[in-house]
């Protein structure tokens, strides 16, 4: 059975870091691509970063460029988020989608995790 689950959440105060982990599990990470997603309340999903599982071609939204890192781990089937400089507008519920055929990201992408609360707050 195909599944994504997300890890890695929680309370962090601005300026405090997160590692969020997405493990896949029935795929393995060879091809397609991995996208992370964000969802704040009362607000669209937006997305945040998205790496190609087969190259390692890498894209950031303008609102996390410069302060986030997507990386794989074929060997692990997981993909992570490491996320820096945390503020209160990051806030929202992380959540990790796989195409396992198209190199890109896209909001239809066919396979989603349940999501990672992320709170930045003092």
């Known amino acids: 059975q195909l599944q994504l689950v997300e890890s890695g959440g929680g309370l962090v105060q601005p300026g405090g870091s997160l590692n969020l982990s997405c493990a896949a599990s029935?795929?393995?990470?060879?091809?397609?691509?991995i996208g992370w997603f964000r969802q704040a309340p009362g607000k669209e999903r937006e997305g945040v970063s998205c790496?190609?599982?087969?190259?390692?071609?890498?894209y950031y939204s303008d609102s996390v460029k410069g302060r986030c890192a997507i990386s794989r781990d074929n060997a692990k089937n997981t993909v992570y988020l490491q996320m820096n400089s945390l503020k209160p507008e990051d806030t929202a519920v992380y959540y990790c989608?796989?195409?396992?055929?198209?190199?890109?990201?896209?909001?239809?992408?066919?396979?989603w995790g349940k999501g990672t609360l992320v709170t930045v707050s003092s």
């Open positions: 989608a796989a195409d396992l055929a198209t190199p890109l990201c896209y909001y239809g992408m066919p396979y």
């Open positions: 029935g795929f393995s990470l060879d091809s397609g691509a």
């Open positions: 790496i190609s599982t087969s190259d390692g071609t890498t």
